[in-house]
């Protein structure tokens, strides 16, 4: 079954800290990953998109990290600011009907002063 | 970037009724546009998948004549809740995917729906 998980649900973390968010997947097969950061009452604003053949992605404080052996991903964000406080969605791609994109639940992360 | 609108971005309505949300492709062309319901702390689900000029493909599970959908032009498609219940109170998301480059898809700001 395609699925995506990602960890930990949610995450409280001071202002200026860094965190790393987790993502598995199991879909196959995969065409590409994408993080989004999503605002409470608003859209998914993309962060960062990876190929099976990409490593590691930078926008900005956000790098995301891809291991296509192991089906995991990361996201990680450096120097934390409070605005950064929003639920974080790891997005697969799957390729195998019509570019299908599978959600993970997000993991709600908290910016604390 | 490109742009995706959504009108409105909130509404109550009264049970029974009907209400319709646009959503726009702002400065390009989508061929498909996908709409989405999302409960509360919950991720994005996806309902139904609509191409223009052709009938909306539904999700399993989704009730077609409950959500009607029509992609009128490669810039607009509504989606009308019919008969509205409390339980069909959501945030709605559309997203489109543009015709050409990397085809990738945007999402808009989201409708909150409230049945009262």
């Known amino acids: 079954k395609n699925q995506v998980e990602q960890s930990p649900q949610s995450l409280i973390i001071l202002e200026g800290k860094n965190c790393t968010l987790q993502?598995?997947?199991?879909?196959?097969?995969?065409?590409?990953l994408r993080w989004y950061k999503q605002d409470t009452g608003r859209g998914p604003v993309s962060l960062t998109i990876m190929t099976f053949s990409e490593n590691t992605k930078s926008n900005g404080r956000y790098t995301a990290t891809l291991d296509a052996d192991t089906k995991q991903s990361s996201l990680h964000i450096t120097a934390s600011q409070l605005s950064d406080s929003a639920s974080y969605i790891c997005v697969v791609t799957f390729s195998g009907g019509y570019n299908k994109l599978i959600f993970g639940a997000g993991t709600r992360l908290a910016v604390h002063p | 970037g490109a742009v995706v609108s959504q009108h409105p971005s909130r509404v109550i309505c009264k049970s029974g009724t009907s209400v319709k949300i646009e959503c726009r492709s702002l400065d390009f062309q989508a061929t498909t546009m996908f709409w989405y319901r999302q409960f509360p702390k919950k991720s994005l689900m996806l309902m139904a998948t609509s191409n223009e000029g052709s009938k909306a493909t539904y999700e399993q599970g989704v009730e077609k004549d409950k959500f009607l959908i029509n992609h009128a032009s490669l810039t607009l498609s509504t989606l009308t809740v019919t008969s509205a219940h409390p339980e069909d109170s959501s945030f709605y998301i559309c997203?489109?995917?543009?015709?050409?480059?990397?085809?990738?898809?945007?999402f808009g700001p989201g409708t909150r729906l409230t049945v009262t």
């Open positions: 997203s489109a995917k543009g015709t050409s480059g990397t085809r990738e898809q945007y």
């Open positions: 993502c598995n997947y199991t879909v196959s097969p995969f065409s590409n």
